[in-house]
T-cell receptor, first 109, second 117 residues
Framework: GQNIDQPTEMTATEGAIVQINCTYQ??????LFWYQQHAGEAPTFLSY??LDGLEEKGRFSSFLSRSKGYSYLLLKELQMKDSASYLC??????????WGAGTKLIIKP | GAVVSQHPSRVICKSGTSVKIECRSL??????MFWYRQFPKQSLMLMAT?????????EQGVEKDKFLINHASLTLSTLTVTSAHPEDSSFYIC?????????????FGPGTRLTVT
């Protein structure tokens, strides 16, 4: 079956760095997405990885290792507004997104 | 960037009535749209994939006669929740895929909060 695993909840301190991990097992692979979702709102796109390596975009970076079925989202210089759920999703061979359950990130002052 | 709108943003209806939710791609053509449902503190659950001009593909466990999907044009898909019950209260989100874009990113609408009383 298809499976996406990520931690349920993480807590970090304002100004610090946090890494949210995601492991996956899917039928085929056409890329991995990270989305941010604030409570009561729709997800917003953060990053896309289809090749191994690190993609950096401002305070956010995303890493992918296809051989390990592993990705992480790295958030630097955390701000209170970064408190949200972070969703990992893999696009399978049918170009359908398989979603993880999301990681709720709590930022403390 | 691509914009997807959803209407209404919030709706309250009485048990037994039907509710229609619209999803529009505003600046691109979407041959494929997706309907998700999200219960509190849970992740997105794909309900169905809507393809323009053909029948929707429903995920296992989703009643196609209860959740009617129509994708009549390249910019509009509608989800009708028929004979709604309190357990149908949820956050319904649509997304649209722009095949002309890379890498087949899905653009999400703002969501519709449905409350059935």
């Amino acid at each position: 079956g298809q499976n996406i695993d990520q931690p349920t909840e993480m807590t970090a301190t304002e100004g610090a760095i946090v890494q949210i991990n995601c492991t996956y097992q899917t039928s085929g692979f056409n890329g991995l997405f990270w989305y941010q979702q604030h409570a009561g709102e729709a997800p917003t796109f953060l990053s896309y990885n289809v090749l191994d390596g690190l993609e950096e975009k401002g305070r956010f970076s995303s890493f992918l290792s296809r051989s390990k079925g592993y990705s992480y989202l790295l958030l630097k210089e955390l701000q209170m507004k970064d408190s949200a759920s972070y969703l990992c999703a893999v696009m399978d061979s049918n170009y359908q997104l398989i979603w993880g359950a999301g990681t709720k990130l709590i930022i403390k002052p | 960037g691509a914009v997807v709108s959803q209407h209404p943003s919030r709706v309250i209806c009485k048990s037994g009535t039907s509710v229609k939710i619209e999803c529009r791609s505003l600046d691109f053509q979407a041959t494929t749209m997706f309907w998700y449902r999200q219960f509190p503190k849970q992740s997105l659950m794909l309900m169905a994939t809507s393809n323009e001009g053909s029948k929707a593909t429903y995920e296992q466990g989703v009643e196609k006669d209860k959740f009617l999907i129509n994708h009549a044009s390249l910019t509009l898909s509608t989800l009708t929740v028929t004979s709604a019950h309190p357990e149908d209260s949820s956050f319904y989100i649509c997304s649209a895929r722009d095949l002309s874009g890379v890498p087949h990113e899905q653009y999400f609408g703002p969501g519709t909060r449905l409350t059935v009383t």
